[in-house]
Nanobody, 120 residues
Framework: QVQLVESGGGLVQAGGSLRLPCAAS????????MAWYRQATGNQRELVAA???????NYADSVKGRFTISRDTARKTVYLQMNSLKPEDTAVYYC??????????????WGQGTQVTVSS
């Protein structure tokens, strides 16, 4: 199976920065894509940023120019650098990977989430 461990969340003032790492482990043959989603209280989960195996990235309009997604392929780790944070960025942030394992075909796996709170 695949395990994802997120960290780096916390409380930060508006205008501040946080970096969220997410490390994947387990019987992983390959990772096709990695992404970060977020879910604010009362809202649906939404895509924040994604990065493919080839390095192509995609961002939600609300975070373009402020957030950067990157990955360390050897360490099976994806990062979300969040700058110029706003109170509306407050949410639980979830890491997800699309991976192949010896047991299952390409499947999506999710982390447990990390809380990010931005105070005004």
């Amino acid at each position: 199976q695949v395990q994802l461990v997120e960290s780096g969340g916390g409380l930060v003032q508006a205008g501040g920065s946080l970096r969220l790492p997410c490390a994947a482990s387990g019987s992983i043959l390959s990772i096709n894509a990695m992404a970060w989603y977020r879910q604010a209280t009362g809202n649906q989960r939404e895509l924040v940023a994604a990065i493919t195996l080839g390095g192509s990235t995609n961002y939600a309009d609300s975070v373009k120019g402020r957030f950067t997604i990157s990955r360390d392929t050897a360490r099976k780790t994806v990062y979300l650098q969040m700058n110029s944070l706003k109170p509306e960025d407050t949410a639980v942030y979830y890491c997800t990977v699309r991976a192949n394992t010896p047991t299952y075909p390409t499947s999506d796996y999710w982390g447990q989430g990390t809380q990010v709170t931005v105070s005004s």
